[in-house]
């Protein structure tokens, strides 16, 4: 800041005449900016209050809706009175009001003793209550409403019972270890701590390191450029499918949430039935990489890659494959190699991406032009977006799940939950460059321009419409960074065959599920060109559910459509030699 101030007081007027004086009043707006994005975490403040603003100033002039609440308080409150007479000399009585599906906070039979009962069930009806009172109040911006909503939530699932030391299963396990889960909670406290101050990852996580225990499918890099590796995986059947399959994974993870172990590795899988694949490893950016764009990423990720694998694999298509944010660059980058005839890809499969934003659910309450104005400016300071910036915002979304229970488990009760490679690859996160993460949150997240039909590759906009080849499409049901309804808006923004799959777990575990995980299922359907379109609760309505991991019927889909088996192909090719094995170097960089 002090630097910025410096630089201003030198300009005299002429510097202002020629105008690179707004250019330091505008770096001094950044400055200020920065500061306060790092005292709240990113969050908008303006946001905040305007939201709260409408609110309020809508309630008030709002007496019907006023009434509406008054009677419902009243209503509550009469329930709550008659249960708890009833339930005092009748434990079985009914409770008046049952969690939300999924709110498994109260679940233990311990909340069904007295006091306990009377605590949590008079929280519900004050939750119930307050979701009353932010919704439906006329007159209010929709964006506005789901802020304020989502504050009130926040403040009630901090406030919750279950996050109190009174937690009846706090107070059995203290009886139980008599006290010594206070202990080992504080130790916990000061271990998590002195990991944060260093930089450490948690307990546990240093047990699965890339190329010892996760990632360990053999393979070699063939390819390296500033911004990827590109690892071609060894074949382990005697023939192939003539056609490969490349991988492009976000840039927002490591890629080897597709390698993990051996057991439940997609790359493993599919090199296991016969395909040759090859996936790219970004470069972990610094803040040297602040202007990388998003046109880097696609020219010198996907495209780079795909030249790679056309040289090594001469006249083959590609069945080319992205997961989440790989899988917005992989569908720009397949709507611009339409626009110009480039025939090379043999289909198109997104993992849990986004190709329309306009409802990309609760991420959207992160991303306005107050707050994106703030987190631009913390990323102008840096020069790239942190792992531990991203992920609070992904932990508010399910912060009972991702925040309070952890910390009820491991601080209260002093009970650590055993790491396992999924954990522990969300903590090995990455850093995102400056120029391209405010090109996708501005073009994309909050313009919406490629479904929108302006997006512009090489200065001209670029459509999904134009994609010919098939599409296999994967949504899960408790996605909270890619909605499934979300992700299936691909259906009215393409003009080809779509394949679409709706499966069971979140963004990270519902892609991450292998042949004989228990208790998955997903649903399947083709729509093809000419094909009524159907809306997504029509579709989900309309398609049976299959218990079992999806990855078969995406294996069976690409094998139907191969050309036919070749030779085991060697690793490299003229121009690409093995550069070393995988993981390679970049997954290592932190």
């Known amino acids: 800041m002090a630097e910025v101030w410096a630089r201003l007081a030198c300009h005299d007027d002429e510097d202002f005449d020629a105008g690179s004086g707004p250019d330091a009043f505008r770096a001094v707006d950044r400055a200020a900016a920065a500061l306060a994005a790092r005292a709240t975490s ?3 403040p303006a946001s905040m209050t305007l939201a709260c603003l409408d609110w309020w100033m809508h309630l008030a002039a709002a007496p019907g809706k006023q009434a509406e609440l008054a009677l419902k308080a009243w209503r509550k409150a009469a329930r709550f009175g008659s249960y708890a007479i009833a339930s005092s000399f009748d434990r079985n009585f009914p409770n008046c009001i049952t969690p939300l599906p999924g709110d498994e906070r109260f679940s233990a039979p311990a909340w069904q003793d007295w006091p306990f009962r009377f605590w949590y069930q008079a929280f519900l009806l004050n939750q119930q209550w307050w979701h009353n009172a932010t919704h439906g109040v006329p007159g209010v911006a929709p964006h506005n409403e789901a802020i304020v909503s989502f504050a009130a939530r926040q403040l009630l699932d901090m406030m919750s019972p279950s996050n109190s030391a009174a937690n009846p299963e706090v107070i059995r396990r203290t009886r139980e270890t008599m006290g010594m889960n206070v ?5 916990n406290v000061l271990e998590d701590m002195a990991r944060k101050a260093t930089d450490q990852p948690p307990p546990g996580a240093e047990a699965f390191v890339p190329g010892e225990t996760v990632a360990v499918t053999p393979g070699d890099v063939i390819f390296r450029n500033h911004l990827i590796e590109l690892i071609q995986y060894r074949g382990a059947t005697e023939v192939v499918d003539a056609e490969p399959v490349l991988i492009v994974p976000a840039w927002i993870m490591k890629y080897y949430i597709l390698d993990l172990s051996p057991h439940n590795s997609l790359v493993n899988y599919l090199v296991s039935k016969g395909h040759t694949v090859f996936c790219i490893s970004w470069r972990n950016v610094t803040q040297e990489d602040r202007n990388l764009g998003f046109e880097d990423y696609r020219r010198m990720g996907v495209m780079a890659a795909l030249d790679a694998v056309n040289a090594v694999l001469p006249g083959r298509k590609v069945h080319a494959a992205g997961y989440c944010l790989g ?3 992989l569908s720009i980058a397949a709507a ?5 005839a480039d025939d090379r890809l043999a289909s198109v499969t997104l993992f849990a991406a986004q190709t329309d934003f306009s409802e990309p659910g609760e991420l959207q309450l992160f991303v306005d032009p107050s707050a994106l104005h703030m987190l631009e400016s913390m990323m102008w300071d840096q020069g790239f977006l942190s792992a531990g910036q991203m992920a609070g915002a992904f932990e508010m979304l399910r912060s009972n799940d991702l925040v309070w229970s952890r910390l009820v488990h491991e601080y209260l009760m002093g009970q650590r939950a055993p790491m396992n490679d999924l954990m522990a690859w969300n903590a090995d996160a990455t850093r995102m460059p400056y120029k391209m993460h405010s090109e996708y949150l501005r073009r994309l997240f909050l313009d919406n321009d490629l479904a929108a039909g302006r997006y512009s590759v090489d200065g001209r906009p670029v459509s999904l419409l134009n994609l010919r080849v098939p599409l296999f499409v994967v949504g899960t049901e408790r996605d909270h960074v890619a909605p499934w309804r979300s992700v299936y808006k691909i259906h009215q923004i393409t003009d080809t065959d779509v394949t679409f799959v709706l499966t069971s777990g979140g963004h990270n575990a519902g892609i991450v599920s292998e042949p004989g995980h228990k208790h998955r ?3 399947i359907h083709e729509t093809k060109l000419g094909d009524l379109h159907l809306g997504p609760d029509e579709w989900v309505e309309a398609t049976a559910p299959q218990e079992g991991s999806w990855w078969p019927a995406w294996e069976s889909w690409l094998a139907a459509r191969a050309s036919g088996k070749v ?5 490299g090719g003229p121009g ?4 070393g094995p995988a993981p390679g170097t970049y997954v290592m960089q932190r």
């Open 567 to 571: 030779a085991l192909p060697t690793l």
């Open 576 to 579: 690409y030699p093995v550069l």
């Open 336 to 340: 611009a190699m339409a626009r110009v």
């Open 521 to 523: 299922h997903f649903r």
């Open 183 to 187: 202990v080992q909670g504080t130790r």
């Open 327 to 329: 899988g917005t660059l």
């Open 42 to 44: 990113g969050l908008s």
